[in-house]
């Protein structure tokens, strides 16, 4: 078995690496998750498969710019409300009956989020959306450092990105529509219930 790459950057090998269906441990703009593309089927099975993930819990998707949207079969109006905070740790949960269906697992819906970390948008540029979920295998609590991913999930992960221990306050989730803001999760941005 391959030796799983680490390294302390979004590097190239990084951007080839998820290029060509590689999932990894790196740093979202909240705290370490599992990451590989969004629109790589088996990619993202195989993500799920490693973490042990209820076959019909979401998964958060990053993207760079608003206009990635449309690849993942969201209308830009239905992510309206976050528009305003992103880039940001706002989490909105949007309709999207038109995504692919291993994304949005029969829900018809997506949780998508524009980080606000810079690089980290500069690597989604480059790849396309990616899958962010908590490294930690069910039950247990996210790994918050590489050494603590590793015991994990060894090399059953291609790469791990080294950032040092991050540990941020999580994203806040919403599910929005035209009239309602209902507050899944309250996490670092503030809003309040509308409708």
């Known amino acids: 078995m391959a030796v799983s790459y680490v390294t302390k950057s979004f590097d190239r090998r990084i951007v ?16 370490y998750g599992l990451s590989c593309r969004a629109l790589d089927e088996a990619a993202v099975r195989r ?20 206009t990635q949207l449309k690849e993942l079969g969201i209308v830009l ?16 949960i949007c309709n999207a009956k038109s995504a692919p269906p291993w994304l949005h697992r029969g829900t018809k819906t997506l949780a998508v989020r ?61 599910r929005a529509t035209f009239s309602k803001v209902e507050v899944v999760r309250q996490g670092a941005v503030k809003i309040k219930e509308i409708g």
């Open 16 to 31: 080839e690496l998820l290029r060509s269906g590689s999932v990894g441990f790196m740093p979202s703009d909240t705290i």
């Open 47 to 66: 993500l799920r498969k490693i973490k042990d993930r209820d076959k019909n819990e979401p998964l958060i998707v990053l993207i760079s710019n608003i």
């Open 77 to 92: 109006t239905d992510a309206a409300p976050a528009l305003r905070y992103w880039p940001g740790r706002l989490t909105i």
């Open 114 to 174: 524009q980080p606000d970390n810079e690089e980290l948008r500069n690597l989604i540029d480059k790849t396309g959306p990616l899958i962010s979920t908590s490294a930690n295998l069910a039950g247990n609590k996210p790994a918050l450092t590489v050494n603590k991913a590793q015991k994990y999930f060894g090399e059953k992960l291609d790469f791990y990105v080294d950032k040092g221990a991050i540990n941020r306050k999580p994203s806040t989730i919403i």
